[in-house]
């Protein structure tokens, strides 16, 4: 099974450059990692939805980053949620020079 590229530069007289999409997830995991007042596991440790709670996939020449996530009682989820999108964005960028990325969190369950 080949696994999903995203292309950072086309062929030169050096070659390509392209990005898996593991890559892009690991990158979302490790700010995730990093923020306070939510994370990727529900309390009992299962896997949430029964998938792994990091997807990133391509769609209409862009990547997405999908978190399945759980938060801190009494955290504001709006700015919490906000604060990792722009952490996992950030990051993106720095890593790879790729603005065109979403982050979609899907807030799953809260740990009290």
């Known amino acids: 099974m080949s696994q999903e590229h995203y292309v950072l530069e086309e062929k030169t007289n050096l070659g390509s450059a392209s990005v898996c999409m593991q890559v892009f997830e690991g990158i979302a995991y490790a700010a995730i990692k990093r923020a306070e007042g939510i994370e990727l596991d529900a309390p009992s440790g299962i896997k949430i939805s029964g998938r792994s709670p990091i997807n990133a996939k391509i769609a209409d020449e862009s990547i997405i980053i999908d ?3 759980c938060v801190d009682y009494g955290v504001n989820v709006a700015s919490t949620t906000q604060d990792l ?6 990051k993106v960028k720095q890593m790879t020079e790729l603005t065109n990325c979403r982050v979609n969190i899907y807030i799953r369950a809260i740990h009290f």
């Open 85 to 90: 999108q722009t952490a996992i964005m950030d």
């Open 67 to 69: 978190v399945d996530a």
